[in-house]
């Protein structure tokens, strides 16, 4: 069986708002390690230690660096990667590399915001533009986006620009996604309602129950490549409870990758 690699991404420093989710990484694999749970995901497939190598955090001190360690990564231990990050930046240079080893896959955004700005506030590798400079240098076949509900005009020309298929919040009940393989998986821990997950730099009511999203990964059934479960900010968390749910997120994502 292939193992799957965790990588720790402590990269706060292009969130707009708040920072706090470079401590992210540790937390949640304080949660994922405590006795709380076991190793076990929900259809019963082990995803603990023994089938998990934890390759410990990459050092970052821009977007840049973040390319070159993972892609080096990615060469020396193939893909099967989840990453923690880290605000939501990271996801483009991690997909960058990984479009550079394993091009040709499709992408899952989950989240409350579309993060296809141009720029925002003048900078172009904000945590707000990942998805706009994945799609403008065409580093996946094609990008779904679910449980969005900020989008405004720019965010809306974006997506027609570069032809994102966005099913927003508000149509969920109604349209389901159509998903191809291989597929990578972004994971904003903010597409959650903030009401299950108050551990989010930005509160954006009216998301995801826990459950909606586990069950949408586990019906997903097409080759997933890897995945990101970004912008857990630990100091905005109660009782570990934003931490417990990415450790959940982690073995049914570790899962998913292992069949
Ligand atoms: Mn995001």
Redesign the pocket.
Known sequence: MDKVKLIGINWDKKSSFLQGTAHAPDAIRKVFHNGASNYHAEDGTYVGPDVITDLGNIICNDYIQIYSEFLDILKSNGSKIVTLGGD?SITYPVVKALSNVYGGFHMLHI???A?LYHEFEGDRHS?ACPMARIMEEGLVLTMTQIGIRTLNDHQKDQAKKYNVNIIEMKDWYKQKPKLQGPLYITL?M?AFDPGFVPGVSHHEPGGFSPRQVIQLIQDIDVPVLGADI??YNPSRDIHDMTAALSAKLFKEIASKIIS
């Open positions: 939501h989240d409350a915001h993060d945590h904003d903010d970004v912008e």
